[in-house]
């Protein structure tokens, strides 16, 4: 696939000044920061996207830094998922970095911050510390130990560190403006106690660095140019700059872009965490997951990822993308690439009563319909007894229903036309079979004489086709538009209780030596993968990737 040119954006422009105006030298340096305490969704996509894309697109650098400060909700487990997962995005890093690796440094800054007069330890309790904080219509109040001198501040920091107090005792607070209007500064707090095991530094630490304190230090550390992060940071940008004027080290620019939302889609670590934990799904990479490996396991290619993020553009405004852009793109990055087959999803048997018992019609059709560049044929089968999709036949057909019905012709895809004559039913109404009778002279789809047949069905050999088990997948959150990604804890009732639909399916018999991560598209259905956990050559287990119906292009073209 040839990639689109990459679009221009905000953040592209001000980098752009800053190469004119020679600020950081005409280096870009860029990082993507993830915290290890889940698996990376399509959300954290657009930043990869953003960060990795600019870096090469400047001749840059990009770094990943784990931002590990919080030893509670943190593992290897999610370190491990999350670099397979920007690999696979199909990224390299510059440096693998972690937080935890400036622990030495951001405390010795700490200190100086101290002895410049500009932290404090603090004693109030949380629930104080609120109250002292103030509002954004009200002004906040001093600490009563605001005023503490230099002497002692060192005192109890370093008493801090070395685990002289239990959890949640002091904090240490960098000494801002109690009455600013951005609350951030309202002496932000940089460390706080935590007794707890890191999975790196393990029990060297009992007091961890806040996100606002190790974030803009750890960019400096690593001399990143560009800081680029979501867009409820932006009243964390002062804070950023004030912690950076105060030590004077190498200053790196924050640019704030609008977070990733999709209709329908849950889109925070934290619920999909809630969503694993509490079964709602069967993993990480449920294929039903917006995760990047959930994503992975359906069958959608980076390649499809990357162009949507780079359709959807990066924006300083919040918005929400209707998901069915995401399939669209989907759709249009397998089109040219998957080979078409046949597959029938709910069987019902067909008996051709003129095709004799034991004959084998045997018909070479392209894998590829529309690339000709591609010549791969495949062997298809006819035999007397078929099964065609059970909504391909109607008894009693609604008007303009073309597919199967008695007395009517239809043509069996690739195969040659048949003809309903009788239905028959078991002692409950059920069809147990179609009988059909088919014209010899029309083998291989065309009826010779050149009468037209509107119909055109899909089917697969009785004695041929190969079973297989195939996963359909909806929505994980109802299509009803009242999900909003503000939704508190009981988001689970929005769960879509129909979200995955598990079908015994015939599929052609080329298919049987198909291996898991090969990809097709089921014609007149839809683009499925062989799922890379559960199929074996026994038992194949196909994953639907998305439908073929795509209502978003056609919304798109009307406009
Ligand atoms: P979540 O709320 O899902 O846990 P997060 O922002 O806490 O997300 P991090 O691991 O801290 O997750 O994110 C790493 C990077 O990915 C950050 O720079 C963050 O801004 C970015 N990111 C996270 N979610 C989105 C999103 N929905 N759209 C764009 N960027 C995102
Ligand atoms: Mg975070």
């Known amino acids: 696939m040839t990639e689109e040119p990459k679009s221009s954006n905000f953040v592209r422009n001000i980098i752009d000044e800053h190469n004119e105006s020679g600020r950081f030298e005409n280096r870009v340096h860029t990082r993507f920061p993830p915290e290890p305490n889940g698996y990376l969704h399509i959300g954290h996509a657009k930043s990869i996207c953003l960060n990795f894309g600019i870096a090469q697109d400047y001749d840059g650098k990009c770094n990943l830094r784990f931002d590990d400060t919080n030893p509670l909700k943190e593992n290897l487990e999610y370190v491990d998922a999350i670099k397979e997962d920007v690999r696979w995005l199909g990224f390299e890093w510059e440096n693998e970095l972690y937080a935890s690796d400036y622990?030495?440094?951001?405390?010795?800054?700490?200190?100086?911050?101290?002895?410049?007069?500009?932290?404090?330890?603090?004693?109030?309790?949380?629930?104080?510390?609120?109250?002292?904080?103030?509002?954004?219509?009200?002004?906040?109040?001093?600490?009563?130990?605001?005023?503490?001198t230099i002497e002692e501040n060192l005192d109890l920091f370093e008493r801090m560190k070395i685990g002289e107090f239990e959890d949640g005792a002091r904090v240490l607070r960098a000494k801002g403006d109690m009455s600013s209007g951005n609350i951030n500064l309202r002496d932000s707090v940089m460390y706080r106690i935590l007794h707890a095991t890191h999975h790196?530094?393990?029990?060297?630490?009992?007091?961890?660095?806040?996100?606002?304190?190790?974030?803009?230090?750890?960019?400096?550390?690593?001399?990143?140019?560009?800081?680029?992060?979501?867009?409820?940071?932006?009243?964390?940008?002062?804070?950023?700059?004030?912690?950076?004027?105060?030590?004077?080290?190498?200053?790196p620019q924050q640019i704030e872009f609008a977070r990733l939302n999709l209709t329908n889609t849950v889109m925070s670590k934290r619920k999909l965490r809630q969503l694993v934990e509490e079964g709602a799904v069967e993993g990480w990479d449920d294929p039903r997951m917006p995760t990047l490996s959930g994503y992975r396991r359906r069958g959608v290619r980076p390649e499809a990822i990357r162009k949507f993020a780079d359709r959807i553009g990066v924006?300083?405004?919040?918005?929400?993308?209707?998901?069915?852009?995401?399939?669209?793109?989907?759709?249009?990055?397998?089109?040219?690439?998957?080979?078409?087959?046949?597959?029938?999803?709910?069987?019902?048997?067909?008996?051709?009563?003129?095709?004799?018992?034991?004959?084998?019609?045997?018909?070479?059709?392209?894998?590829?319909?529309?690339?000709?560049?591609?010549?791969?044929?495949?062997?298809?089968?006819?035999?007397?007894?078929?099964?065609?999709?059970?909504?391909d036949f109607e008894e009693d057909p609604p008007p303009k229903y073309f597919r199967l019905t008695p007395g009517r012709e239809v043509r069996l895809m690739g195969a040659c036309l048949i003809t309903a004559t009788e239905v028959i039913k078991d002692n409950d109404g059920n069809i147990q079979e179609v009988r059909c009778t088919y014209d010899p002279e029309s083998l291989g789809g065309q009826a010779p004489d050149g009468r037209k047949v509107k119909g055109t069905i899909h089917w697969v050999s009785a004695s041929k086709a190969?079973?297989?088990?195939?996963?359909?997948?909806?929505?994980?959150?109802?299509?009803?538009?009242?999900?909003?990604?503000?939704?508190?804890?009981?988001?689970?009732?929005?769960?879509?209780?129909?979200?995955?639909?598990?079908?015994?399916?015939?599929?052609?018999?080329?298919?049987?030596?198909?291996?898991?991560?090969?990809?097709?598209?089921?014609?007149?259905?839809?683009?499925?993968?062989?799922?890379?956990?559960?199929?074996?050559?026994?038992?194949?287990?196909?994953?639907?990737?998305?439908?073929l119906?795509?209502?978003?292009?056609?919304?798109?073209?009307k406009k």
């Open 315 to 391: 924006a300083k405004a919040n918005s929400t993308i209707d998901i069915q852009m995401l399939q669209h793109v989907i759709r249009e990055d397998l089109d040219a690439i998957v080979p078409r087959a046949m597959a029938v999803m709910r069987p019902i048997k067909v008996v051709i009563e003129n095709f004799p018992e034991d004959k084998v019609e045997e018909f070479e059709i392209d894998y590829y319909r529309h690339d000709k560049e591609k010549e791969e044929k495949r062997k298809v089968y006819l035999t007397r007894e078929v099964y065609i999709e059970e909504k």
């Open 200 to 251: 790196r530094t393990g029990d060297k630490w009992c007091i961890y660095p806040t996100y606002d304190w190790a974030h803009g230090q750890s960019d400096s550390i690593e001399g990143i140019t560009h800081s680029i992060c979501t867009l409820e940071f932006e009243d964390h940008r002062p804070l950023y700059n004030w912690y950076l004027d105060n030590l004077e080290e190498h200053h």
């Open 103 to 148: 622990f030495d440094t951001l405390y010795e800054w700490a200190v100086q911050l101290i002895k410049q007069g500009k932290a404090y330890v603090d004693d109030l309790s949380a629930v104080e510390m609120r109250e002292y904080r103030g509002s954004l219509i009200e002004s906040g109040k001093n600490s009563p130990f605001r005023d503490r």
């Open 466 to 547: 190969v079973d297989a088990e195939v996963r359909i997948f909806d929505h994980l959150i109802i299509d009803d538009d009242s999900y909003s990604e503000d939704e508190g804890k009981d988001f689970l009732s929005k769960i879509n209780p129909k979200s995955k639909e598990v079908l015994q399916a015939k599929v052609e018999s080329a298919l049987a030596g198909a291996s898991p991560g090969d990809r097709f598209q089921f014609m007149r259905d839809g683009y499925y993968f062989i799922d890379p956990k559960d199929s074996s050559e026994d038992h194949l287990v196909f994953n639907q990737i998305v439908g």
């Open 549 to 557: 119906r795509d209502t978003w292009g056609k919304q798109q073209k």
